[in-house]
């Protein structure tokens, strides 16, 4: 479902990804853990087409397209779906409004009907109902005034209502507590299923107790340097990374 | 001001014009001294600084005649392509600044409501106007003020008595149709609330076409003792219109007065909102949004005069701005040196959505007394890439996006909007002016 060659891409004058290669398979769960620097986030970023990254070299295919050719929205619309480490708050922009927005324009982009405003309510009423959610979600503007907590909650709602086919989830866990990452664990997994894949991308072995992975990688200083199954993950929690000649960045 | 040719209002300034002889000695002689006060002045220039960035050239350049007796016929379904959907008002209508009864609808007015057009008040009536027609304007320095009255012929006039409490809104339409010609209507409104009334007016600048035409309004408004009036002004007009408002407002002690201004029409358009506080621990909230896209120009001047102790004011502006647009913000709070315990807050926040888009912001505070709470805050900046980036990360197409988050900045704006009806028109017309506007 997405594959990445040698992918190399800098921030201003400086690389960041040094050769990267992933091979994500349909339904699987990928682990990418890292210390921090070793451009996690970046990967993140450069698959779901944010500006500020320069793609030097390699290749990303997602779903038999080249995907770096894309803007963002079409990403979407392809079935890439990014949870944000630091979702952004939108003022004025009511939820509803938008995630029938998000919703039709990539139903629209496939070629399938728009959800007129009673079946749309009724999917989002049952997606609540799977994650647990309140409904005020519904009556605010987007991620304002949110928790911390309530942010990644309502990525995983959104996630839940345009049901993508890879879901990247920057550092979901961070700034969660153990409660809060709870919920969000249990919302990823209520959508697991075999036509979706999940990358976690994570500094700590926390969020695995939660999400089993199916596999885990190492990123250090922009390359994967080892892969392996859930367990690799708790070899790292034993030995921290510098076993595998992966230090902080300075 | 010279009566050069070419200069659009000369025709109301010759002491044999159309508007000389009215049959009321009182108001031929207010208008005489109009007159002269326009002649003395002259036409402002940008060394002025109410007109510092706003030229009055284009206005002046064009050959305006006044509005012919007769409007044209319209029937009542002309304008329903016009009318809020499903908003239920008492209804007055002016066609090129005259009253329309047969397109409004007045029938069955509460008991101490009366609502009418000024020129059959002026003759049945006129001593009800007498001291109301500039009793809140006064002698106007301003240029159009003066011109107003020295042209006005109609309007419309809205008083409550005491205690009189009206539910349903009071809404006022000026629709504007072209003519063969380019002319100019000057309605003159007079809206006056006694102790202790309640109403909610909505007044709205319409126009079928484009045409090119000039509205100068003068609204004049005064609250009594513990009056609350919502009034809401939607400037809808033509692409190529000049409007242009002057509001003067006189709130009394204990009035509550709420004005939310939209302005998304005209190819030149200024207002003034002057407001005085006539009695202590009276409120004034003056809300406002415009949108101003290439060729146009929105200019807002507020003058609020804290002359009173213990008042409050609220003066919250947002602009949007694309392509070549431009607008003008300049908000006076003044505070006199008795008016102590004044409590005034403006702010003026503006989006700029184009490098070829201007904005002259100018909020300025003078304060005379020491125990006052005031404030005031400019902002101008551009949609945050993050923001369309999270948007986009979602599916949504950039030009759509870009939409939402104009939407959203003006929403807290929209929101002030009752009832929704009206709300969810004047967004859909601000969503739809963004959609044609070219963003780069």
Not at chain 2, 145 to 168: F, K, S
Not at chain 2, 401 to 414: D, K, P, Q, S, V
Request: net charge negative; charged share 25%; hydrophobic share 40%.
């Amino acid at each position: 479902m997405l594959s990445v060659k040698g992918l190399k891409a800098n921030v201003g004058d400086k690389e960041i990804l040094k050769g990267l290669d992933l091979e994500i398979g349909r339904g699987e769960v990928h682990a990418i853990m890292g210390p921090n620097g070793s451009g996690k986030s970046t990967l993140a970023h450069v698959l779901s087409g944010r500006e500020g990254y320069t793609v030097t070299g390699g290749s990303v295919t997602f779903e038999g397209q080249d995907l770096l050719d894309l803007e963002p929205e079409a990403r979407a619309h392809l079935g890439l779906f990014l949870a944000f480490q630091y979702p952004v708050e939108l003022p004025g922009v009511n939820n509803t409004y938008f995630l029938k927005a998000a919703l039709n324009a990539i139903r629209k982009a496939r070629g399938e009907p728009e959800l007129d405003a009673v079946s749309f309510l009724r999917l989002m009423k049952e997606k609540l109902k799977v994650l647990h959610l309140d409904d005020s979600l519904l009556k605010r503007p987007v991620n304002f005034g949110f928790s911390g907590g309530e942010k990644k909650r309502n990525e995983i709602f959104q996630m839940a209502i345009l049901e993508p086919k890879l879901a990247i989830l920057d550092e979901t866990d961070s700034g969660l507590d153990i409660d809060a990452l709870r919920i969000v664990a249990d919302g990823v997994n209520a959508l697991r299923s075999p036509e979706r894949s999940v990358i976690l991308v994570t500094h700590y072995q926390r969020l695995l107790d939660y999400i089993q992975p199916d596999y885990v990688h190492v990123l250090a200083k922009g390359q994967i340097i080892r892969s392996g199954g859930k367990e690799l993950a708790l070899e790292l929690e034993d030995k921290g990374y510098g076993w595998l000649g992966a230090e902080e960045a300075a | 001001m010279n009566a050069t040719p070419g200069n659009g209002f000369a025709p109301w300034l010759a002491d044999d014009g159309p508007a000389a002889d009215t049959g009321l000695a009182w108001l031929d002689s207010r208008r005489a001294q109009a007159r002269a006060q326009v002649r003395d002045q002259g036409i402002p220039t940008n060394k002025q600084e109410a007109w510092r960035y706003t030229s009055l050239t284009r206005l002046l350049e064009q050959g305006f005649t006044p509005t012919a007796k007769a409007a044209t016929p319209l029937e009542p379904r002309d304008l329903e392509p016009l009318l809020v959907p499903g908003l239920e008002a008492y209804r007055v209508v002016l066609v090129n600044g005259r009253f329309v009864p047969g397109l409004s609808d007045l029938q069955h007015l509460p008991a101490g409501l009366r609502v009418g057009g000024l020129a059959q008040i002026l003759k049945s009536d006129p001593d009800a106007l007498k001291d109301r027609l500039n009793g809140v304007a006064g002698e106007a320095q301003h240029l159009f003020a003066a011109l107003n009255t020295a042209g006005l012929d109609d309007g419309v006039v809205v008083l409550l008595e005491r205690g009189a409490q009206v539910e349903r809104p009071i809404e006022l339409i000026h629709l504007s149709v072209g003519m063969d010609e380019p002319r100019v209507a000057q309605p003159r409104h007079v809206v006056a609330l006694e102790a202790g009334a309640q109403a909610s007016l909505i007044e709205r600048y319409v126009s079928l076409g484009e045409a090119l035409y000039c509205t100068n309004s003068v609204l004049e408004l005064s609250l009594g003792r513990d009056a609350v009036l919502k009034h809401q002004r939607i400037q809808t007009e033509s692409a190529n219109a000049f409007h242009i408002a002057g509001l003067y407002l006189s709130l009394g002690a204990g009035s509550r007065y709420q004005c939310v201004n939209v302005g998304l029409g005209a190819s030149w358009a200024r207002t003034d909102l002057n407001v005085r506080f006539a009695g202590e621990h009276a409120e004034c909230d003056l809300q406002g949004l415009y949108l101003a896209g290439d060729r146009q120009l929105m200019d807002f001047h507020l003058d609020v005069d804290h002359r009173l102790p213990q008042c409050s004011s609220r003066e919250n502006f947002k602009g949007i701005l694309y392509g070549k647009g431009r607008a003008v913000f300049d908000g006076r709070v003044y505070v006199a040196k008795d008016a102590q315990r004044t409590d005034a807050a403006m702010s003026n926040r503006n989006l700029l959505l184009s490098e070829g888009a201007e904005i002259d912001t100018k909020p300025q505070l003078e304060i005379n007394a020491d125990d006052v709470k005031c404030s005031h805050g400019t902002t101008v900046g551009q949609i945050e890439p993050e923001q369309l980036f999270y948007l986009r990360s979602r599916g949504i197409s950039a030009p759509l996006a870009r939409r939402m988050l104009c939407l959203g900045f003006a929403g807290e704006i929209l929101d002030c909007l009752t009832p929704e009806a009206l709300r969810d028109q004047v967004a859909e017309q601000v969503g739809s002016r963004l959609e044609q506007a070219p963003i780069d």
